[in-house]
């Protein structure tokens, strides 16, 4: 599986590379418990690639913290406005039904 070449428009940063540091597990560790070579922790930390979903789970269960403290408030306030864009052009239009 390999990880999703990162965007210009929306970049994703991550506090991966910090939280192994804190934690002091080196990259080969890191990889080794979640199944990847260290070539593709570094890549993910440095965000010159994306993970996969299923990746970031492995690293969210590794680091025992939840998405919101790996990934920037920034981010997710950019995903949760793209999403709320989305879910607002496929409601389609509203039926008058009758009932009151």
């Known amino acids: 599986m390999s990880p999703v070449r990162r965007g210009e428009t929306l970049p994703i940063h991550n506090r991966i590379g910090v939280l192994r540091a804190e934690r002091r597990v080196s ?4 990889a080794e418990e979640i199944d990847v070579n260290p070539q593709t922790v570094g890549v993910v930390e440095r965000g010159d690639h994306y993970s996969s979903l299923d990746l970031a789970l492995r690293i969210f269960e590794i680091v ?3 998405v919101e403290a ?5 981010v997710r306030a950019a995903v949760h406005r793209l ?10 239009p509203r039926h008058n039904t009758g009932e009151t």
């Not at 990259?27 to 890191?30: G, K, P, V």
């Not at 999403?83 to 389609?92: D, E, H, L, Q």
């Open 64 to 66: 025992g913290l939840p």
């Open 83 to 92: 999403s709320g864009a989305c879910a607002n052009t496929t409601r389609g």
């Open 70 to 74: 790996v990934y920037p408030v920034r």
């Open 27 to 30: 990259r080969a560790r890191l």
